[in-house]
Structures are given as C-alpha cells and as structure tokens.
C-alpha cells in the first residue's frame, strides 16, 4: 500500500526541513485516507526512534520558518509543529509499532531517503484498513502497559470520530468491557493520562456525528462509572442526553456549558471540581474555549458547601492560629 500523493508531498517536504533521512506517519493520515482517498487532512502526526534526531531536527523546522512547542512528556517525547505550509504537525520521539493500543491505531507508514528520492510504504500488521471497514475495534497490545485512562482516552478518540458502535451487546462488547475491567483493577495511571482524557471526552464529543446517540451509549455502557463518576450519572440524565442544545453546540466550550447546565444542584460542586482539572492540559493541546470555561469555573463560588470549604473554613482556621 502507498499513501495519497498529497500526503507523500508533504511528509517530503517536512523531512526536508527537519533534515530527516527516516520518519513514521500514522495516526488518520494514514488510516483515513486508504479508506477515502478524498479525506480532508487536518493535521499529521510524524515520529522518529531516535532521540537526537528528534531534538537536531526540531531544532531544524525552527530554522525554516515553523513555531515549535516546548518539548512535552507523557508516554513519549513531543512538539506540536506549526507549519506555514503543512499546519499542525504533531512531531514526537518513539518507535512507531508502540504507537497506539487497538488495532485501528497501529497502521503507519515508513518513509526514507534513498539518494535524491524519498520512497515509502504503509505497513497494516494489524489490518487495520478492514477493521475500519467492519467498525470493530479489538486490543492490539496488552492495555496495563498503557494505563485505564490512556485506554478509554483513545477508545473515545476513535469511536467519536469514526462513530462506530459501542451500543450494549454490539460488536464492541468485549473490549468495552475489558475497559471497565481495567479501572476495576486500576493497576497503572498516568496522573496527566486523567486531564487528557477528560479533554478527550469534550473533543469526540464535539466530532461524534450524532452526539445524542453517542452519549447514550456511553451512558447506558457506564464506562465512566470508575473513571469520573459525576460525568457518568450526567450521561444518564435525561436532561442532557436529550437537550435540545446538545446537536446545535458548536465548540467544546459550549458543551462544556451545557454539562454544567444539566448538572443537578446538589452535584454542582463535584462536577465543578471533575472539570476543573482541564486547567492542566498542555498549553500548546490546550483549546481556547476550553481554558476560558475552566478560567471562570476557577473563579466560580457555585455552593455554600464550596463556600464554606474552599473559603470560610480555611478562613476561620487562620484566625484560630493567629490569635494561638
């Protein structure tokens, strides 16, 4: 299999810039265009093995005109790469056949130079191109190496955008399950794995295609339940799986709204404190309209219990130690 000629161009063009004689696509670029040649490309996600590579060649793209993101750590080493031609390219630091946990994720493809030629080639060890095809999603690696939270985080990713079916008792019953299972057991966490999930639900959620159906299915699926157990009971109230505003919100800031909105009074606090923690994200990840809700819910005295535990109490505290 070969990539579209316009994803050929510009990883070329890319290793160019950074001076790269290897480099790895996957992510979408790859995946969706096999399905649909005429796929809209939003961003690329490119990668290397080795470590001074990476750090010579960002230092490189620099040099030729892109703004480059300080270097972040989770699972890997990587750089958000703003490119004047390209847009947002996604540049880290890893082997690409650890990329990924399902099988969808794992198609990538090599690119090299050979001479003044920069051939390549897409390698699908875990077919994934007829996974999409059929809309099941299966375990390519075994998931405590990755954590629960990076697991449902990429889980939403894929289901949010393809808008595959998670409904009770369809095709992806058991790796739903295997899910749970592993926020039962909750034997590795990342603590960043928890902020990128949270900001994962807001972002597939804002790309799910029927958004009331996909909320539904989570609900009733109650894959939060372990996870964020406030979100969970949200995504089975009626009140917001069935809002009216729920289809016509136009960005994750306003979905993020409507949350707090069907949020009842005496959970307000809670939610309050679950989303909060998107204030963490990574500043180059981080979506404006996100950080502005979670600027205001900073500023947010929404109870007396806040009231009384975030201020009068520690308030009063102070007072007793200063007249001790």
Avoid at 44 to 67: H, L, T
Avoid at 196 to 206: V, Y
Avoid at 231 to 243: E, G, I, M
Wanted: proline share 3%.
């Amino acid at each position: 299999m070969q990539c579209i000629d316009k994803i050929t161009n510009d990883i070329t063009t890319f290793m160019q810039d950074a001076g790269l004689n290897e480099a790895f696509l996957f992510g979408g670029a790859v995946l969706d265009t096999q399905i649909n040649p005429n796929t809209e490309i939003h961003d690329y996600d490119i990668c290397v093995k080795d470590y001074d590579v990476f750090m010579e060649a960002i230092q490189n793209v620099e040099n030729s005109g892109s703004s480059v993101s300080e270097v972040m750590h989770t699972h890997n080493h990587y750089v958000v790469v703003k490119h004047p031609t390209l847009g947002d390219v996604d540049f880290s630091c890893m082997d690409p056949e650890d990329n990924g946990i399902f099988n969808i994720e794992k198609i990538y493809a090599k690119f090299r130079k050979r001479g003044n030629e920069y051939v390549h080639e897409v390698i699908d060890k875990y077919d994934a191109v007829e996974s999409m095809k059929q809309g099941k999603i299966r375990l390519a690696c075994n998931p405590k190496e990755e954590g629960s939270y990076n697991l449902l985080r990429r889980f939403m990713a894929i289901v949010g955008k393809y808008g595959i079916d998670i409904s009770p008792n369809g095709v992806n019953q058991i790796t739903i399950d295997r899910i749970k299972q592993e926020f039962k057991e909750q034997t590795r966490c990342v603590p960043q794995d928890k902020v990128r999930c949270l900001s994962r639900l807001s972002a597939s959620l804002k790309r799910s295609k029927n958004r009331h159906q996909y909320i539904d299915d989570m609900g009733k699926q109650h894959i939060f339940e372990d996870a964020y157990p406030v979100l969970d009971r949200l995504l089975n109230n009626s009140n917001f799986v069935n809002h009216p505003l729920l289809e016509r919100a136009q960005n994750q800031k306003e979905l993020l709204e409507l949350m707090m909105l069907c949020t009842p009074k005496n959970e307000r606090d809670e939610m309050s404190d679950c989303l909060r923690i998107l204030a963490r994200r990574e500043p180059a990840r981080q979506d404006k309209g996100v950080k502005m809700f979670v600027e205001r819910l900073e500023n947010e005295k929404t109870s007396i219990n806040r009231l009384n535990n975030q201020i009068l109490t520690p308030l009063l505290l102070f007072k007793q130690a200063e007249i001790v």
